[in-house]
């Protein structure tokens, strides 16, 4: 059986919170205070009808944050439902692309969208534009291509791209796709030069997965309305839990079409508050500007530390890699930091490289990303 880790780190270097995952990412205390109070029998929300007010106060708490938050431009609403990016990637498969997509490929997201559509008997063969992971692929007008995707931030391999591309092919009536699950709400972002910025709750938002949120633009709502044939059922069937006007109309009111994860709407309401309070998206993408800073910096700074994203303008500002030299690995100081309450700074799983993956979204103190390159430090100089 493995052995624990036995080096120690001295309490002095440890940060106040150790959680540094790139999602489900660290839940402020003040969120899960929120949380306790939901369940107060003089005023519940937990375990009341999805239906009823208290459940449709919290979903326009979610709406209003957000549009806020994001200065959504005239026309422009907010859409969510059940089953996170994953799901989202089949409804704009099914509702959103009419004939063929173009994907920019760099990271695992891209590659799941990209074989969605691909796997489409409907739709013709996808375009890919790729990139090998620590670098970024980037869109190109083409003609015949209707919808065009991209990642604003690859959770895999660190790596960002910009969100607005391809404006010659928007004007000309396509639409522009932007996968922001890890991005929004800490990158910065003008969603009118985007169709549909879509994300989940688990990461910038610090609340549970199973829900997607999308922000929608007049054309890419005229185009789920036209693909689906919703004004006279003559267009493509689509499974009604993959409809993506079915979940405006319930979003309008406030509402899934199925029951949500009341506690996930709770956590998620919460942060944008505290988001909002702090100073919008102006203070949160400064924030994470100021511990990815340190945490590169600190990389470049050690001769057996690189960051694995070679372009500095292609560094992520919210999930941050860094690989380690051959000679130190890093498993084990994965695994000493664990044992001290650090906790899951591993490379992405399928990456397989020997690295620290380290998420630095706006609940992540950046003292906390400076503590953490000193424990790295100690544990080095020790192993």
Known sequence: MPTQPTLAIPPSLLPSDGRFGSGPSKVRPAQVAALAAAGDPAAPVLGTSH????????????????????????????????????????????????????HAVFGEFGGKFAAATGRAPFLEPSQVRD?????????????????YATVHNETSTGAMAPAAQVPDARADGALLLVDATSGAGALPVDVGATDVYYFGPQKVFASDGGLWLAICSPAAVERAARVEGAADRTGRWVPEFLSLTTALANSRADQTLNTPAVGT???????????????????????????????????EARDWATPFVTEPSARSTVVGTVDLDPAIDAAAVVATLRAHGVL???PYR?????????????????????????CVDHVVAHL
């Open 51 to 102: 239906r009823q007010p208290p459940v449709k106060d919290l979903v326009r708490r979610v709406r209003q944050g957000l549009a806020t938050l994001f200065d959504l431009p005239d026309g422009y609403e907010i859409a969510l439902g059940n089953g996170g990016s994953t799901a989202f990637w089949e409804v704009a498969t099914a509702c959103l692309v009419e004939r063929r997509a173009q």
């Open 131 to 147: 990139a090998a992971p620590g670098s970024v692929a980037l869109l190109a007008t083409a003609d015949g291509v209707d919808t």
């Open 265 to 299: 709407l709770v956590l998620l309401a919460e942060q944008v508050e505290w988001m909002l309070e702090q100073g919008g998206l102006a203070w949160s993408t400064a924030r994470c500007a100021e511990s990815a800073g340190a945490l590169y910096g600190w990389a």
């Open 344 to 346: 899951d700074v591993f």
């Open 350 to 374: 399928k990456l397989g490289r020997n690295q620290l993956r380290v998420g630095l979204f706006p609940a992540v103190e950046p003292d906390d990303v400076r503590a953490l390159t000193a």
